[in-house]
């Protein structure tokens, strides 16, 4: 089975950084396309930013500028950059990915989540 799994969250002040990380591991023939996502208590879990194999980025307007997304292919991994940390961004990241276990059976895949706490 294909697992997902995240790291490098914690509490952090505001205006602060953090690095998130996550590793695909698994039976993965192919990773399409990786993505983070948040979901704060009581919200819907949202997209914050995703990367394309071929390294197209695609970012919330609330992370843009202040986050940077980015993947290692040979790896499996994706990473999540970020800075300039608000109160607002306190929430559980998801690391997401689109993957190919087997011929013919793309699915998404979702990590177990960590938790970010952005404190003022």
């Known amino acids: 089975q294909v697992q997902l799994v995240e790291s490098g969250g914690g509490l952090v002040q505001a205006g602060g950084s953090l690095r998130l990380s996550c590793a695909a591991s698994g039976r993965i023939l192919r990773i399409d396309v990786m993505g983070w996502y948040r979901q704060a208590p009581g919200k819907q879990r949202e997209l914050v930013a995703d990367?394309?194999?071929?390294?197209?980025?695609n970012y919330a307007d609330s992370a843009k500028g202040r986050f940077t997304i980015s993947r290692d292919n040979a790896k499996n991994t994706v990473s999540l950059q970020m800075s300039s940390l608000k109160p607002e961004d306190t929430a559980i990241y998801y690391c997401?990915?689109?993957?190919?276990?087997?011929?013919?059976?793309?699915?998404?895949?979702w990590g177990q989540g960590t938790q970010v706490t952005v404190s003022s």
């Open positions: 990367i394309t194999r071929g390294g197209t980025t």
């Open positions: 997401q990915a689109n993957v190919l276990p087997s011929a013919f059976s793309w699915g998404d895949y």
